[in-house]
């Protein structure tokens, strides 16, 4: 549309309308015995027989004041001087008469502004008045453009919407208008007058469009004008908070220069305009929903029995809900209306495939004789509930528990930002003791004890890490591109996911979990059966199933007494990130293990360097074997593997027949399994040889 510029004035600064009232001032901030604004030129013995309660002129000597009262024009408060002058008055007569001729000119133009102010603030309320008794969207607009044109009294006015998906503003409504092209226009962001207005939230003005450089002009948009023949243009936002909505216009074909009230006036007729828009934008949408909400209501009255239906589990679990019910209720509940038996179970235990589907689908999928509903929240799957004993559900019932998984899921939600201070907490702690190896064991137990942990029992740290570039175990990767490379950190948002799930495992064990090094670290207890190795693949499956991403996870060796002894979990932490960077290595990423699971290796990710557990992992049955039947199965193995792996040089070295040999390498097979002469094996056992003559030799020593 128009462009551009501000004012009316030569520079090119937006304009910014003024108050229509003027600042009043503090009467306060006058000093004692100094006169008011506005009456610096009244004489000091004027303000002196003020305070001494006489008039400072009386009616014949102030005519100025009956003109005041009468309305006189500008030119009638002349003839007093001049009638004084004629009369020969003396000089002080007639330079007090000038003064108070200035004083009440000056009084007449603020009158005449207050009665300008007063009834254009009367159109301004009469126009409010009249948008708010409209509901159309069109006639609200006609109503707007039509007011625009009647306050400032111009040829034309017109106005222009937003368009959000065209990044512009287009012609909508026009009064006076004439040129079906210049109806047409559509104006981009800083292109003409208008589209400056809709690009900087402020009032632009210019008296003559075509000789106006301060804006950019287009083709278009100048033939538009040429066509409607507009040369002076006031445009002034429409606003909606801090977001413009539209440009509304007042236009002449002639030269004119717009005040900085008329541009004031337009302003404040956008604002009242605007909320007029809104509100009946507001109320078409309303009307719609309405239309919309009405044949959803002839939809169901078609099916009353199936809300009624619908209805009742409806009510069933807004009651559980409202009385801080449980997920095993919410399951109980379905399991009644549904007549078969509803489990909530735990992302690692729901069927993959199903829960995959039902994930993506947003519904209850069948898999088998069961139906799967995924329990999520935004990216994260917290679960399922699976029914079981009623394979075939009409859509009703589907409904029925797809609503009982949401709920489940508020309800799941619910009680994490319930735990979340106590996660907080509970990560607070354990950063504690991998911090300060110096903390008091006995505040460290208080703390844990006041969100159920037991420092004093055995405990593992588990180091978890998401793996983007392997597929989580038993969890499958969605195929969205090429995937980030190993040592890639997972974005903000996994990494809080990671954290979270991490945690709420924690708090189910009676553990502690924090954030750190990019992943997650778990410090969780150990039970008299239970394995690190166990653990840890344990808690990757777990923690991949939550996330729908592989996670790595590494263990440590336990800690026999974690608030005795912080600095033992630091060198754990620091175990267990060994163990599972070396998964990463070994291309087992999305898997969980501790160094017992890398053999001859985990001597050298640990920090306990457990030499006896390592020789008996690898020769316990052989040694046991030997203790239980007196036979020299380990001194044939040594030997044999000094041998070069030789029978013919074994049965040597050891003095016995070759049979003998080939009996007793039978039977080592039979012990350790039949891979046990492969390069890997060969090599774990020689040295877990080795390690046994070195300790075996050192206990000897000692006894001596």
Known sequence: ????????????????????????????????????????????????????????????????????????????????????????????????????????????????????????????????????????????????????????????AYLTLHDPAAGDTYMRVTDGSVSARFQQLRLGMGEGLGGLVAQTARPYVTDSYFHDERFRHTRTIDSGVHDEGLVAILGVPLMLGSGVIGVLFAADRRERVFERGQIALLAAHAAHAAVAIDTANLLAETRKTLTELEAANEIIGDRSSVIERASDIHDRLTELVLRGGGVQDVADAVAEVLHGEVEFTEPGRAPAAALDRSRAD????????????????????????????????????????????????????????????????????????????????????????????????????????????????????????????????????????????????????HGLAAVRDGGAVLLLPLGPDDDPAHTARETAARLGAALHLPVTVGASAPVAAPAARPAAVADAYAEARRCREALRVLGRGGQGAAAADFGFLGLLLADTRDVDGFVHRTLGVVTDYDARRGTELLRTLGAYFACGMSPARTKDALHVHVNTVAQRLDRVSRLLGPDWQTPARALEIQLALRLHQLSSAVAGDTGA
């Open 362 to 509: 947003g519904h209850a999928v069948r898999d088998g004789a069961e139906w799967v509903a995924a329990v999520g929240a935004g990216g994260e799957v917290l679960g399922a509930l699976v029914l079981r004993g009623h394979p075939a559900l009409d859509p009703v019932d589907q409904r029925t528990l797809e609503r009982a998984a949401m709920v489940t899921s508020l309800l799941l939600l619910a009680r994490r930002t319930a735990g979340e201070a106590e996660q907080r907490v509970r990560g607070e702690l354990l950063d504690d003791l991998l911090n300060a190896a110096d903390r008091d064991p006995r505040l460290l137990g208080e703390r844990a004890a006041r969100v159920g942990a037991d420092l004093d029992a055995p405990h593992i740290v588990l180091a978890a890490r998401i793996d983007a570039s392997a597929p989580a175990h038993g969890v499958p990767i969605p195929d969205d591109g090429p995937a980030p490379g190993p040592d890639a950190h997972p974005h903000g948002t996994d990494r809080r996911r990671l954290w979270s799930a991490a945690s709420h495992l924690a708090a189910t064990r």
């Open 1 to 156: 549309m128009p462009t551009d510029q501000p004012m009316p004035e030569p520079d090119s600064e937006p304009v910014d309308a003024p108050s229509p009232t003027p600042a009043p001032y503090d009467r306060e901030a006058v000093p004692a015995g100094a006169p008011a604004p506005g009456r610096e030129d009244i004489p000091a013995q004027e303000h002196a027989s003020a305070r001494q309660g006489a008039p400072a002129h009386d009616p014949a000597e102030n005519p100025f004041l009956g003109l005041l009262a009468a309305g006189a024009a500008a030119e009638e408060y002349e003839r007093p001087v001049l009638r004084a002058r004629a009369e020969g008055a003396a000089a002080g007569r007639l330079a007090a008469l000038e003064r108070a001729k200035l004083l009440a000119l000056r009084v007449r133009t603020e009158l005449e502004g207050r009665r300008r102010r007063e009834a254009e603030l009367s159109a301004l309320y009469a126009t409010a008045h009249d948008l708010a008794g409209l509901r159309d969207l069109d006639a609200v607009l006609r109503a707007i453009v039509r007011r625009a044109r009647s306050l400032l009294g111009t040829e034309v």
